[in-house]
């Protein structure tokens, strides 16, 4: 988990970049629903949620649900960032086969 605030600003960078990466390579999407959102979930995500990409089905982890589908794309980065599926993979946002569609299920 990440307290410091320097090292949570880095991770949304990142987060902001891998958001502007699947947009433009999907050529498709909106960006201002989930550049907006990458900070918040961000801190959430690597800051304060009880989460563990090793054990995913943990009863006692914390759970979040995204009602502002077209932020698809900051939740599909910051679960790749924290390690529930490789980055490689937010390169097939809005392809067809892909896991990663417009819109989380």
Known sequence: ???????????????RGDIVSMLTES?????GGSLSAADILTTLFFGEMNIDPENPKDENRDRFVLSKG????VLYSVLARKGYFPVEELKTLRKIGSRLQGHPS
């Open 70 to 73: 077209h932020a698809a794309p």
């Open 27 to 31: 050529a498709s999407g909106h960006p």
């Open 1 to 15: 988990m990440i307290k410091n605030i320097e090292e949570l600003k880095s991770v949304a960078k990142t987060v």
